[in-house]
């Protein structure tokens, strides 16, 4: 199947999964005993939207362990960048609705500096690529970092059973995948 496809159908399966709230909170704990956050110095963590793993826990867990939390903030049509908060509180509704960091200089994060990325996504195959909005935001973002840490995270019944069809050299895998 193509991403197109899958996209269509994975959102329609992900509006219907019951139990989100706990699902997300078992996710959480799961990501909690990975190496790779724990040890990181900064991460970049996404804010979720309508039915994506609800990631406030992690935030929240992140800040009371002195780990530097950066959230996306879309810049155009092709660009994101991170920046850093210290509350949920600072966050404004952005493009498409997304509740983002203002942009402020000081905020601003290098690329290079984030060690741990929490992706949302809508879809994944056993080979932990990832199927999303579309727009190529995050695959690009990490081609500039490609070292960091890469965990996405979904409910199991986001699996696809066959690999994505339409993969290409823009797209970048995860290196794990945390589901309830």
Do not use: W
């Amino acid at each position: 199947m193509n991403k197109n496809v899958i996209r269509k159908l994975m959102l329609n399966k992900r509006s219907s999964i019951k139990n989100q709230k706990e699902k997300s909170h078992i996710i959480c704990e799961r990501v909690k005993k990975i190496k790779e956050f724990n040890e990181a110095k900064i991460i970049g963590i996404y804010f979720p939207i309508k039915e994506e793993v609800d990631t406030i826990e992690l935030i929240n867990y992140a800040f009371k362990h002195n780990i530097l939390v950066c959230l996306p903030k879309v810049i155009n049509d092709k660009e994101m960048e991170f920046y850093k908060i210290v509350s949920i509180d600072e966050l404004v509704k952005g493009k498409f609705n997304l509740m983002e960091p203002k942009s402020i200089k000081s905020n601003l994060i290098n690329p290079k500096s984030i060690e741990c990325f929490i992706v949302p996504l809508i879809a994944f195959d056993e080979k932990l690529y990832r199927v999303g909005y579309g727009k190529g935001y995050y695959d690009r973002y990490f081609k500039l970092n490609m070292s960091a840490f890469r965990i996405g995270l979904a409910y199991k019944e986001q699996k696809i059973e066959n690999s994505i069809d339409d993969i290409t050299n823009d797209d970048v895998k995860l290196n794990c995948i945390i589901t309830d």
